[in-house]
């Protein structure tokens, strides 16, 4: 199923709405925030998966991005840190994942994924931490769902982002065994690593077919990735889109819809 991008004509409420950002560490904060409010799939998503959310960043004029969000979109949300930037200039900037949620996010987990890189030196400094996923149960027409937010390493091999996104899928096999479940997020993917050839066949990933170049989800150099991925198990997809016309991060926004019935 190719990412349309066109409308789709569904009563809402017959519909769970999945949407996910790497939103580049708030540095276009404000013009996200109106995006998530004004644009049609990213105001009538159930949830929607943020990456790169951030705290006291320089580059984003030391603000708490996480409150700006949750307080400016009225959504219900969930975060979790999962590194801090230490500075040469002496401040320390946290960069976390955070979940906004139409519906009450039950039983909130923040699960730690296997390091790739303990301590690294970037060109924001120092980096100490790793790579989480969010998780949590939501509900919608009587019916619960387990999603989960996650940002997978990037300075990494492949076969090291699939051992991450393995422990992501145990722990809802564990935690979630007879619910549908989404993973939204940044996977990091590259042009090699489709969901299907990890294994994770019991999974739908409708962002892995690359037959149309210009379904890019990264606006950096490198045009040609979908690093932004929403796989699902358990659920009907009506309809996939990636946002081209939202270019407020080096990332587009992507929405998938699922019957929810």
């Excluded at 560490?25 to 998530?36: K, N, S, T």
């Excluded at 990037?154 to 982002?161: D, L």
């Excluded at 659920?235 to 929405?255: C, G, M, Q, V, Y």
């Amino acid at each position: 199923h190719e990412p349309s991008g066109r409308e789709v004509d569904y009563p809402k409420e017959d519909v769970l709405q999945v949407s996910s950002w790497n939103i580049q560490f708030g540095l276009h904060i404000d013009d996200i925030i109106q995006a998530i409010i004004q644009n049609n799939d990213l105001k009538n998503s159930d949830f929607i998966a943020l990456q790169e959310v951030t705290r006291n960043n320089k580059r984003a004029v030391y603000r708490d991005i996480v409150e700006e969000l949750a307080t400016a979109t009225g959504f219900g949300h969930a975060y979790g840190r999962s590194h801090l930037e230490l500075n040469g200039d002496g401040y320390t900037s946290e960069v976390g994942n955070m979940i906004l949620s139409r519906h009450s996010i039950n039983e909130p987990n923040i699960l730690t994924l296997s390091p790739g890189i303990d301590v690294y030196k970037s060109s924001r400094g120092k980096i100490v931490g790793g790579r989480i996923a969010i998780s949590g149960r939501i509900a919608k027409n009587g019916k619960y769902f387990a999603v989960y937010c996650t940002h997978l390493e990037a300075f990494t091999s492949p076969q090291h982002r699939a051992k991450q996104l393995a422990e992501i899928i145990e722990d809802a096999d564990k935690g979630y065994p007879s619910l549908p479940v989404v993973i939204a997020g940044d996977f990091n993917f590259g042009p090699l690593e489709p969901i299907s050839s990890n294994g994770y066949l019991d999974f739908y990933d409708p962002f892995k077919d690359k037959r149309q170049s210009t379904s890019n989800t990264y606006i950096g150099r490198l045009l040609e990735l979908r690093l932004d991925r929403i796989i699902s198990r358990g659920l009907e997809l009506i309809d996939a889109k990636i946002h081209r016309d939202l270019p407020f991060s080096d990332h587009f926004p992507i929405t998938a819809i699922y019957n929810s019935r």
